[in-house]
């Protein structure tokens, strides 16, 4: 089972980057796609963005995707979420999590969720 610890969060200007890190361990991190989701105060929590387990197809939610990149690097068990132009609507705690699919509406987060990390944009 694939074990999930989240870094980079913070707090930014509207405006901002960040860049998110998700470290893995176990041997099997290769084999899953992986997303991102994101859970604001009293909302569900959402799909952000997913990538292959290859790192060669990815899907974004829409209001991300032109502002989003996901990535991974399968040699150091890492994804990465770099986000650009950040609004006050990205206020979130962001999760990693493996996915059935990197596709959008496949994108069914399987095995446990790590403890996320904290962004907040401020306007």
């Known amino acids: 089972q694939v074990q999930l610890v989240e870094s980079g969060g913070g707090y930014v200007q509207a405006g901002g980057s960040l860049r998110l890190s998700c470290a893995a361990s176990?041997?099997?991190?290769?084999?899953?796609?992986m997303g991102w989701f994101r859970q604001a105060p009293g909302k569900e929590r959402e799909f952000v963005a997913a990538v292959s387990w290859t790192g060669d197809s990815t899907s974004y939610e829409d209001s991300v995707e032109d502002r989003f990149t996901i990535s991974r690097d399968n040699a150091k068990n890492t994804v990465y979420l770099q986000m650009n132009s950040l609004k006050p609507e990205d206020t979130a705690v962001y999760y990693c999590a493996a996915v059935r699919s990197f596709r959008q509406g496949d994108a069914i987060p399987i095995g446990s969720w790590g403890r996320g990390t904290q962004v907040t944009v401020s306007s």
């Open positions: 176990g041997r099997t991190f290769s084999s899953y796609a």
